[in-house]
């Protein structure tokens, strides 16, 4: 990635440089600080970056490897990689509620919750101005 960043700005193209991590991404980035420094921007859907137990992990690793180089982070998701379990229950709980809100809004209460963007930022240290929220469902 350096290499390919270098070969870029000597060719006078600025084109902000943005990886796209999924599953093993934490691993690629500690593995190799060089991509992880050259990079522009992290993004992450949180439902892709593992499964079970090691979601929560791997997408802290991420994040914090992301504080330490001083980088951005896009927190999104669309609607194939939602993690289903939490959605599930959040459809569920809703579902008792006496004023049920419509499957949209729970699904992007799921983007927004404290598990990913407040995580995120209040639990793991990323800055308010290093996150960007993106959510995206069909119609």
């Known amino acids: 990635m350096p290499h390919i960043r270098d070969g870029l700005r000597k060719r006078g193209i600025t084109t902000p440089l943005i990886g796209d991590f999924h599953y093993i991404g934490h691993k690629l980035l500690a593995e190799h600080p060089a991509c992880a420094e050259a990079l522009d921007k992290y993004r992450i859907n949180p439902g892709n ?7 929560d992990s791997q ?6 490897i992301a504080i330490k180089n001083n980088k951005p ?10 993690d289903q379990e939490l959605l599930t229950r959040l459809m569920e709980d809703n ?3 006496p004023d049920p809100l419509d499957a949209r ?7 927004c919750s404290r598990r990913y963007c407040r995580g995120a ?13 993106s959510a995206k469902v069909p119609r």
């Open 73 to 82: 982070v896009r927190i999104g998701a669309n609607w194939g990689s939602l």
């Open 105 to 111: 809004a729970v699904t992007v209460r799921q983007w």
């Open 121 to 133: 930022r209040e639990e793991i240290g990323l800055p308010k101005n290093r996150m960007i929220l």
């Open 59 to 64: 997408f802290t690793d991420i994040v914090e």
């Open 49 to 55: 970056v593992g499964f079970k137990n090691k979601r």
């Open 95 to 97: 579902a008792k509620s």
